[in-house]
């Protein structure tokens, strides 16, 4: 069995750390570079990083910050918001990523994640994906719809057929991300998680919600996660990154302890 992942997530917008609640409300918390600095000192397997104005303001990523914090950090680093190009994704890849993360380019242009798959290898492709619960229906019938450009525009695509058709084109992994529990502290979503976890053959990371460690454990156990994204409850200082591990580590979950 595979170690399970607990991956921080810094949002990023203007050069800061920023944090909200369901994509709203958000407020600058640190600098991406030192807060990436301490989460790697700290044990995380991976870090994630998005820019998350880049797509709906139709502007490139910040490649300084990206550069800044690869020449901090010694372990994966995905990075997300505003790629669209094969160019885009290789500008990231040479500036210190080691994953590239397409969300809105993707659903708009899935031959991207092929293009991108083809030229880099499926391991550095992620589909990020975010989701909001809405009313089934034909057109949704899992009851959970795309919703793109950080939130903004809902695109009337299924999550899970969605998330099946990225498979199909090459992506090697999915981050889903819960808009309805973004932020909330309250648990990550546990309907669509385990649905596409049991559905794909690729890793799914889980993201948006964690508020204790509970929660992380329930979803990388009944929500069939194989990572757990997590901010608020780290980035303020709820717990640490050794605290979470050293748990589900008691709990019979299997980690990749830094000692």
Known sequence: M???????????RDGKTTKGIRFKENVDIGDPVDMARFYYEQGA???VFYDITASSDRRDIMIDVVRRVAEEIFIPFSVGGGIRTIEDMRAVLL???EKVSVNSAAVLNPGLISEGARAFGNQCIVLGMDVK????????????????????????????QWAKEAEALGAGEICLNSIDTDGTQ???????????????????????????????YDVLTQGKADA???A??????????????????????KVRMKW
């Open 133 to 160: 619960q809405v009313e089934v229906s034909s057109q949704i019938p899992s009851g959970y719809e795309v919703v793109i450009d950080g939130g903004r525009t809902y695109m009337g695509m299924d999550a899970l």
């Open 232 to 253: 608020s409850i780290v980035h303020y200082e709820t717990y640490g990154i050794a605290n979470i591990k050293e748990e589900l580590d008691r709990r019979g979950v």
């Open 45 to 47: 397997d991976e870090i």
């Open 2 to 12: 595979l170690s399970k992942r607990i991956i921080p997530c810094l949002d990023v």
């Open 186 to 216: 309250k648990g990550y979503e546990m309907t669509i998680t385990p649905l596409i976890s049991g559905s794909v053959g690729i890793p799914v990371i889980a993201s948006g919600g964690a508020g204790n460690i509970d929660h992380i």
């Open 95 to 97: 500036a210190g990523a």
């Open 228 to 230: 757990a994204l997590v």
